[in-house]
């Protein structure tokens, strides 16, 4: 596996990978422009909120993809966690968990949280799995997907 930082120039191949996992799951809408701008410029965009991105490129697309923001306090989030669903149950997810928490502590974190959207059950598990913990937190996002979230976190 050859993981490397997310360029501005895999914007449209990381749309279809997002789209197609979001396809999965009735009513969710990838509005790019309206909702999810960071994605037409994602290298860009994470440089500026102090984070990083990395993509599993094969062949013109991407297969799996994660990255890393500052969050609250002196904790890393962890977001973008998609793998594509011809790529799933091989390690892919696992091993993009471990290499945003290990970006996260050699920043310093003292630990990593993520939010996910509550149809993701598939990627609860993973996570649960790769050592988060839900914390029974929720939160809505008032977007056309009608978004409820569940809060997952890590100590590093």
Do not use: N
Request: net charge negative; hydrophobic share 45%; with cysteine.
């Amino acid at each position: 596996m050859e993981l490397r930082p997310i360029t501005d120039g895999d914007s449209w191949p990381l749309i279809a990978l997002i789209g197609a996992c979001w396809a999965e799951y009735p009513g969710c809408v990838t509005d790019i422009a309206g909702e999810y701008p960071e994605l037409l410029a994602p290298a860009t965009f994470f440089q500026h909120a102090g984070g990083k991105m990395w993509a599993l490129p094969e062949g013109p697309w991407i297969a799996a993809c994660v990255g890393v923001v500052p969050g609250q306090e002196d904790l890393v989030e962890l977001v973008k966690l998609y793998v594509a669903p011809h790529r799933r149950r091989q390690g892919l997810g696992r091993t993009l968990v471990g290499v945003a928490c290990a970006f996260a502590s050699a920043r310093g974190a003292r630990g990593v949280e993520l939010w996910s959207d509550s149809r993701f059950s598939d990627a609860h598990r993973l996570y649960l799995q790769a050592g988060f913990t839900a914390t029974g937190a929720t939160r809505e996002l008032h977007d056309l997907s009608h978004t409820t979230e569940l809060a997952f976190h890590q100590a590093l």
